[in-house]
């Protein structure tokens, strides 16, 4: 089992910035590939940004590359999510998940565990 709690959400205007950060708990993080999703209201949940267990290979939604980055602190059992020059339209619940076993970083059925995600809203 793993358990992994999202913090860092909230409500900034566009342009500004904000980091996520997912605490894992339970199992060893340091051996499991890690990603971010979102899922805004009425819309399906969708991939933001992926990145591998030692955290050399990262992966980007395209509507995301260039504004958002993805980290991970292995002895610190976290995965961090900095969001810059943030628009409405990032506007989502985010949630963070855990890829243990083979699948495609960008597909949330290859993830096995998930957090209880965390509001991200962006006015105009």
């Known amino acids: 089992q793993v358990q992994l709690v999202e913090s860092g959400g909230g409500f900034v205007q566009a342009g500004c910035s904000l980091r996520l950060s997912c605490a894992a708990s339970g199992r060893t993080f340091s051996s499991y590939a890690m990603g971010w999703f979102r899922q805004a209201p009425g819309k399906e949940r969708e991939f933001v940004a992926g990145i591998s267990w030692g955290g050399g290979r990262v992966y980007y939604a395209d509507s995301v590359k260039g504004r958002f980055t993805i980290s991970r602190d292995n002895a610190k059992n976290t995965v961090y999510l900095q969001m810059n020059s943030l628009k409405p339209e990032d506007t989502a619940v985010y949630y963070c998940?855990?890829?243990?076993?083979?699948?495609?970083?960008?597909?949330?059925?290859?993830?096995?565990?998930w957090g209880q995600g965390t509001q991200v809203t962006v006015s105009s």
């Open positions: 998940a855990v890829r243990i076993h083979s699948g495609s970083p960008e597909e949330a059925r290859s993830y096995d565990y």
